[in-house]
């Protein structure tokens, strides 16, 4: 069985501050991806990143940076000078190579304040 | 620009009332899927739909539930006879293949009385 976990409930910051939000993931299958998606207050999820398991380059996506290591079953996604927009819940999850079905972390509450 | 849009955006309902949760999507994609999120909680997978049927479903996704393409675009989601423990968001998520980037409908929020 899958399992996500994000172990952060809630992290408070400054503006300007770097944030990580930290995701460990368990499956027994050699083949997955893993998911990060941000859902602001209005409560759409929006999708931000899929990375598969055989892919472990950090990416890089303006001040979004993402960080996966294999050794230690963690997929964690960093917030670089964040701003009061980038306040939302961040749920990172992972599927398995057979179908889409994701398997979402409890999530972690992000609170910008400027 | 949403790849996939729900209505109703929110409903409410009395217990015991059959309730339609509907997605279109803006394009022609393959796999269908439902997910929910109870209040303050993670997001639950229900189900997926594939050519016509079924191919996976969780736990979750018993008796009450079904799901159906009536006309080849819509995608239903349909709810017997509503609990109140059924209050969720209900989100809709397409993709074009299997292993796809999924995208996310806006929710449906379903509140039961």
């Known amino acids: 069985a899958q399992k996500v976990t994000q172990a952060q409930t809630e992290i408070s910051v400054v503006e300007k501050e770097d944030v990580t939000l930290d995701c460990v993931y368990e499956t027994r299958d050699t083949t997955y991806y893993l998911f990060w998606y941000k859902q602001p207050p209005s409560g759409e999820l929006v999708f931000l990143i899929r990375r598969n398991s055989f892919d472990e380059q950090n990416e890089i996506s303006g001040r979004y940076s993402w960080n996966f290591q294999k050794s230690t079953s963690s997929f964690n996604f960093t917030i670089t000078a964040s701003q009061v927009v980038d306040s939302a819940v961040y749920f990172c999850a992972l599927s398995v190579e057979y179908g889409n079905k994701l398997v979402f972390g409890a999530g972690t509450i992000l609170r910008v304040k400027s | 620009e949403p790849e996939v849009t729900q209505t109703p955006s929110h409903q409410v309902t009395q217990m015991g009332q059959e309730v339609i949760l509907r997605c279109v999507p803006i394009s022609n994609h393959l796999y269908f899927y439902w997910y929910r999120q109870i209040l303050g909680q993670k997001v639950e997978f229900l189900v997926s739909f594939y050519n016509n049927e079924i191919s996976e479903k969780s736990e979750i996704f018993d008796d009450q539930f079904s799901v159906e393409r009536p006309d080849g675009s819509n995608f239903t989601l349909k709810i017997r006879s509503t609990k109140l423990e059924d209050s969720a968001m209900y989100f809709c998520?397409?993709?074009?293949?299997?292993?796809?980037?999924?995208?996310f409908g806006e929710g449906s929020r379903l509140t039961v009385l």
């Open positions: 998520a397409i993709s074009d293949r299997a292993l796809g980037e999924l995208f």
